[in-house]
């Protein structure tokens, strides 16, 4: 996951993905479970919506991880 400067890029992931890739490419960027993250989003979604609009904008703003093979 790390790129030629050292650094890794938080991408949406194209190898796990149920809707948008979103909670594969949190869980590959944060090295942890993907059911944990989409938990977590269900969770924040049931108290008070914060889990749809941090959703809604992490798809908007984060680009597909589009490497082949992963």
């Keep these: 996951m790390d790129n030629n ?3 890794r890029r938080l991408t949406r992931s194209t190898s ?3 809707i948008a890739g ?3 490419g949190l869980a590959q960027y944060l090295n942890i479970d993907p059911t944990v993250v989409r938990i977590l ?3 924040a979604l049931l108290c008070g919506s914060f889990g749809f609009w941090a959703y809604l904008i992490f798809w ?4 597909e991880d589009n490497r ?3």
């Excluded at 908007?60 to 680009?63: K, R, S, V």
């Design 5 to 7: 400067n050292g650094y």
């Design 16 to 18: 796990d993905r149920r």
């Design 22 to 24: 979103v909670c594969g």
């Design 41 to 43: 989003f269900l969770l």
């Design 60 to 63: 908007i703003a984060a680009p």
């Design 68 to 70: 082949i093979g992963r």
